[in-house]
């Protein structure tokens, strides 16, 4: 009866997400399609960091599993991938505790909504942000960041971002005293 209640939960968290989405990315898209991919993501996030075994069982296309990237530092799911009717790329990434990305940068910007647990975010020349479940971080185009799990808690998020403009671009990787501080 909990994991009712907390996919309940979850599914209203993915309509507020939703609506989010879209106005930040300022278009008018295919509401159902994007529902229906949040709305799964929402019953397999209940709690638990997202595994590359989950992901490729529960996430297809066409009877096909989605793509699925395992590193050390993480697993990224590629959800949608840009095309001419969707003009942006959807990833769910999750980090375990200590885990995060090198500072990097995406010309077109990103949207990050954190789906579970705890994270920071940085950007260059900024104070480190301690961010949570449920939040939305804009990450501007152009403007070097990085972002990954907590020193205790794993994080794991929806990454809506364009390559229009250019792919990521991929800096040094964050030291353990910008990690820290």
């Known amino acids: 009866m909990n994991w009712i209640v907390k996919s309940v939960k979850l599914v209203e968290i993915a ?3 939703i609506n989010r989405l879209l106005q930040l990315i300022g278009t008018l898209v295919n509401k159902f399609t994007i529902m ?7 019953f397999l996030f209940l709690g638990n960091q997202l595994s590359a075994q989950d992901a ?3 996430f297809t ?6 793509h699925v990237v ?3 530092n993480n697993t990224l799911v590629e959800l949608n991938k840009e095309d001419s009717i969707l003009g942006y790329n959807i990833a769910a990434a999750s980090f375990p505790a200590t ?3 090198d500072w990097h940068y995406h010309p077109g910007g990103q949207v990050l909504i954190i789906t579970d647990g705890v994270g920071y975010y940085q950007e260059r020349g900024k104070p ?4 949570k479940k449920g939040e939305v971080i804009r990450c501007l185009p152009n403007v070097a960041h990085w972002h ?4 205790d808690t794993g994080v794991t998020y929806i990454a809506v971002y364009s390559t229009k403009n250019g792919v990521t671009v991929w800096q040094k990787p964050v030291t353990e005293e910008e990690y820290k501080n």
């Open 61 to 66: 296309k066409n009877g096909i599993p989605v």
């Open 36 to 42: 229906k991919q949040l709305l799964c993501l929402s």
């Open 148 to 151: 990954g799990a907590s020193a």
């Open 99 to 101: 885990k995060k990305l």
């Open 70 to 72: 395992t590193t050390p």
């Open 128 to 131: 480190k942000q301690v961010v």
């Open 56 to 58: 490729s069982t529960i």
């Open 15 to 17: 309509v507020v997400c």
